[in-house]
């Protein structure tokens, strides 16, 4: 079928909606007409940094309705509303074991360009194949997606808003709730208040930590953090947060998140850890230099990496839309809404910090 997408042509290029052509799923896969799909920090990864061969279909934080699906496909219907997450292959160890995000397939199945079957579904106007992102390229009218990507959710909830719950939000909230599960009463340090940050720490509100600590470096963003749930703000362009940190929780705290990838704050994330305090990390970063002894194994720190905040999206997404429809998970204060012609100021605004988490609406 011919539908529309958002594509990058070559690196760093700023996307282009172009007429395409969209195979017909296969038997494992969903026809999705996407209403909306929200921006993150990978998708200028895919446009910039060459993490899917060019030209790429960018989009993964989508949401819309089944139109179509497959002989074999049990879980979604025509006419079910869903939103779309990453692709896991769902049959090695680490997909049965419950940890899909860990799939031993993960970055061929998202980054590689291709669908399970190792074909594409994507085709320019000359029949030249278009990579997919993420196994869905959700800045599309259209999408065809592997069972796996999708997830039902309510009808009584604005679709439009929901595409984020598939990657930033999930990610977040994901990384408290599934991966580091801390207690009632303990205490976290949350370094960046952007999607992801602002996330883990409505997660850590609804577990009801004695200290959330939000940290960043614009003073909107901070405010925003307090009235979302922050019992502390810090303006690390202002402040040494560390000496702060310690001043307010003075053998450290036991968990840390960093969402900026900056390995300056990295380093600070592990520091403010009380001795035996776990440090994850969310944010796509480089080199960073530790003294494994003095910083780390000294006092058995741990510092990991969490992907899709461990997350079964089938069971966990629900479960964030229900905190939504409570109150608890107010993801609606995040979100600024563009028209899709609008998709390249979506990514500027994002990339500039002035929007917290973009939705660009498509079908409308």
């Known amino acids: 079928m ?90 090695c160890e680490n997909c049965l074991t419950g940890h899909p995000a860990n799939c031993v397939h993960l970055n061929e199945l998202n980054f590689g360009g291709r669908h399970f079957d190792g074909t594409h579904r994507i085709h320019d106007e000359n029949g030249k194949d278009i990579s997919t992102f993420f196994g869905q390229s959700s800045f599309s009218t259209y999408s065809v997606v592997d069972e796996h990507g999708v997830t039902k959710v309510p009808t009584d909830v604005d679709i439009n808003l929901l595409g984020p719950l598939g990657c930033g939000f999930q990610t977040g909230a994901g990384t408290v709730l599934n991966y580091l599960k801390p207690e009632f009463g303990s205490s976290i340090v949350i370094f960046g208040t952007g999607a992801v940050g602002l996330s883990a720490m409505m997660a850590a509100k609804i577990i009801g930590m004695d200290h959330i600590i939000a940290v960043d470096i614009h003073d909107n963003r901070l405010e925003l953090a307090k009235k979302l749930g922050a019992t502390e703000i810090i303006n690390s362009k202002n402040h040494n947060p560390e000496e702060i940190i310690k001043g307010l929780v003075k053998s450290g705290v036991e968990y840390s998140i960093d969402t900026t990838g900056v390995p300056g704050v990295i380093k600070q994330a592990v520091h403010v850890l009380k001795p035996s305090g776990t440090c994850a990390l969310l944010g796509m970063a480089g080199d960073v230099t530790f003294n494994i002894q003095e910083e780390v194994m000294g006092e058995s720190k741990k510092v990991v990496g969490v992907i899709e905040g461990d997350a079964i999206p089938q069971l966990f997404i629900p479960k964030l839309v229900k905190y939504f429809k409570k109150g608890l998970f107010p993801i609606d204060r995040l979100v600024k809404y563009y028209n899709y012609n609008d998709i390249n100021q979506a990514f500027k605004d994002s990339a500039d910090g002035s929007v917290i988490k973009p939705i660009v609406k498509i079908n409308q």
């Open 2 to 91: 011919k539908i529309q997408t958002a594509v990058a042509q070559e690196q760093g290029a700023q996307l282009t909606i172009e007429p395409v052509e969209l195979d017909s799923p296969k038997a494992n896969e969903v026809l999705v007409e996407i209403k909306a799909s929200g921006i993150c920090h990978t998708d200028a990864a895919g446009r910039d940094f060459a993490t899917t061969p060019y030209p790429v279909a960018l989009g993964h934080e989508g949401a819309g309705i089944v139109k179509e699906v497959g002989s074999s496909v049990t879980s979604v219907k025509p006419g079910d509303h869903v939103v779309l997450s990453f692709s896991y292959c769902g049959h």
